[in-house]
């Protein structure tokens, strides 16, 4: 048995669940792990995560965050048990009814959830804002230039720290001229395969949500360009048409500036995202993120042809390798 094991087992029998059936769920792009609990008896069931502190989790945040939405009556899994020290929580269990998996299996259903979970981040619009750090220009600058530490450098194999430093300050003035006005809670990883459906609840309570504890305070457009531009899935352009429509006619934002900060951290969010896939493949023996790669590439390239991000437009053209099926086995095979 090893030593995370150990300390599951003496977590767990702390709690009413210490002899409950146990098996593996799957994770995600963390280091976290995560395993469904079911009591004998009365087939009841529930989640434990482990993150273990040493490598680098910390279950506070999602413990933070779970407990705010919930004061939002949106539908965070409640927190059961905790050992903050040791990296273990018992949560409750949403169930498996993943956006991603409810939408093929029933397609006259995308556009309802794609509604209610635009309404979620209309709701959070609408709320008082917990302390959070910001995801401010300069981060999210450092953060979009992992297409060019990770992804370009992989397949070329060598980096250009002048054409970095070009590219992050060029993209910063963008951000700080474009992202701007009232701060919200910004998940980050708003989408379809972190959102549950729970059609027993009501109202924006039949969104389950996951993996929001990474979240700060930034833009709102920034989650639903997370929910709209997916990396995962193919969302209809229509129904990104529709829900960014329905965003700004339910909170009456202003329709121009939103539309433009939509796009350009649209194109902020998958530059980061083509970092991370490259990073996962390169760093952590994950190749199959590789395959996403084409998908977060269109949604990039097609934010570039907007005015507001002339000043990088060309460097990226020119600078990022095309997703080409040799220069994608390249990420794979380093």
């Known amino acids: 048995m ?5 300390l599951a087992d ?4 702390t709690t009413a669940w210490g002899q409950a059936d146990r098996a593996l769920l799957a994770g995600d792009a963390s280091n976290r792990r995560y395993e469904r609990l079911t009591d004998r008896d009365t087939g009841k ?12 989790e910390d279950v506070r945040p999602f413990v933070k965050i779970a407990n705010y939405l919930q004061g ?15 990296g273990f929580l018992l949560i409750e269990d949403l169930g498996d009814d993943l956006f991603a998996r409810v939408i093929p299996a029933a397609p006259e259903l995308e556009t309802t959830l794609y509604e209610a979970a635009t309404d979620v981040l209309v709701q959070l619009f609408n709320a008082d804002m917990p302390d959070l750090d910001p995801y401010g220009p300069r981060l999210m600058a450092e953060m979009a230039g992992l297409s060019l530490r990770k992804y370009r450098t992989g397949i070329l194999g060598s980096d250009d720290p002048d054409l970095q430093a070009r590219f992050e300050n060029a993209f910063e003035d963008i951000l700080r001229g474009t992202v701007k006005g009232k701060l919200v809670i910004v998940q980050r990883d708003y989408h379809a395969e972190n959102l549950l459906w729970l059609p027993d609840r009501d109202g924006t309570a039949r969104v389950g949500l996951l993996d929001f504890q990474d979240a700060r305070s930034g833009h709102p457009a920034y989650d639903l360009v997370s929910l709209l531009q997916d990396a995962r899935r193919d969302v209809p352009a229509g129904i990104e048409k529709q829900m960014i429509t329905r965003f700004i006619d339910q909170t009456a934002v202003e329709p121009s500036g939103f539309r433009t900060a939509y796009t350009v951290l649209g194109v902020q969010r998958n530059l980061r995202i083509l970092g991370v896939f490259a990073r996962l493949s390169l760093e952590y023996g994950k190749p199959h993120y590789v395959d996403l790669i084409p998908r977060v590439w269109a949604h990039m390239i097609r934010g570039l042809d907007h005015p507001a991000l002339a000043p990088v437009a060309d460097m990226l053209r020119e600078a990022l390798p095309l997703p080409t099926p040799n220069n994608l086995d390249r990420l794979r095979s380093r």
């Open 2 to 6: 090893t030593d995370r094991a150990a």
């Open 45 to 56: 069931t529930a989640v434990l995560m482990d993150a273990a502190p040493e490598k680098g």
């Open 72 to 86: 939002q009556n949106l539908s965070a899994p409640g927190i059961l048990a905790q050992d903050s020290e040791a």
């Open 10 to 13: 003496a977590f767990l029998a």
